[in-house]
T-cell receptor, first 117, second 113 residues
């Protein structure tokens, strides 16, 4: 149980285009989803926390107009990288939280490799 | 906010040896400590977790210990195998609280056959 999927697993796009990444909790409802960015050989950098039906909370330094997050349902959150540039190339990982009185366990998706040419 | 320190950054062992990764945290309110394994090109996978009301938890070859007084917790892997090679992350958070989990910087474990 507690499977999180991401789509696509990798994407290559031209500079200036927008890219949408989907994150789905397959067998549970996730009231909270997190979006992370990871550079090679580095830790996970939290970008934003997304709660179903409300606006995402962005971490300091993360441009909310550039990284649009939509958490439209309890099983789906999307991250759209708008007007992508080469410096946006990275590994993007989402996670979903199984909320409960004694759990709050976080499960991660397999990640999406974004390459901007 | 919470601050998690993880050591070592790289750990190289021979197959069959034990490996220990240590983490310290700063906020005494944290009460949930998960460990994740990340293989190259994949997302982190939860391998074991421990809550503050428990001092030790074991699952086959992996175990986690927690010392709340000292605010540190450790991951122990016994009888290491080449497939254990990966990056391991520790994290600390407050269950049910408003603050988000804080991750360590990761430990690259290399198990030589």
């Amino acid at each position: 149980g507690a499977v999180v999927s991401q789509h696509p697993s990798w994407v290559i796009c031209k500079s200036g285009t927008s890219v949408k990444i989907e994150c789905r909790s397959l067998d549970f409802q996730a009231t909270t989803m997190f979006w992370y960015r990871q550079f090679p050989k580095q830790s996970l950098m939290l970008m934003a926390t997304s709660n179903e039906g409300s606006k995402a909370t962005y971490e300091q330094g993360v441009e909310k107009d550039k990284f649009l997050i939509n958490h439209a349902s309890l099983t789906l959150s999307t991250l759209t990288v708008t007007s992508a540039h080469p410096e946006d190339s990275s590994f993007y990982i989402c996670s979903a939280e199984v909320a409960g009185a004694s759990t709050d366990t976080q499960y991660f998706g397999p990640g999406t490799r974004l390459t901007v040419l | 906010g919470e601050n998690v320190e993880q050591h070592p950054s790289t750990l190289s062992v021979q197959e069959g040896d034990s490996a220990v990764i240590k983490c310290t945290y700063s906020d005494s309110a944290s009460n949930y400590f998960p460990w994740y394994k990340q293989e190259l090109g994949k997302g982190p996978q939860l391998i074991i977790d421990i809550r503050s009301n428990v001092g030790e938890k074991k699952d086959q070859r992996i175990a986690v210990t927690l010392n709340k007084t000292a605010k540190h917790f450790s991951l122990h892997i016994t009888e290491t195998q080449p497939e254990d090679s990966a990056v391991y992350f520790c994290a600390a958070r407050l269950i049910g609280g408003s603050y988000i989990p804080t991750f360590g910087r990761g430990t690259s474990l290399i198990v030589h056959p």
